[in-house]
């Protein structure tokens, strides 16, 4: 399991949307302007491969 809190200025005025990546794998929205990735994985290369996605999914 592994999680990333991802910290941008911009999500004050446009928070991400809650939503799911892949099975195991979700973004959440937090208060103030940031986001949690979660994700859950059989191995650490899936796991990497899986908070990398959900980086790069919010822009």
Do not use: C, I, N, Y
């Not at 949307?17 to 859950?40: F, I, N, S």
């Amino acid at each position: 399991m592994g999680q990333l809190v991802v910290v941008r200025p911009e999500f004050a005025a446009e928070p991400p949307k809650a939503r799911t990546l892949a099975p195991g794998a979700a973004v959440m929205p937090l208060a103030g302007p940031a986001a949690l990735v979660t994700a859950v994985a059989p191995d650490g290369l899936r796991l990497r491969r899986l908070l990398e996605e959900g980086l790069a999914s919010l822009g």
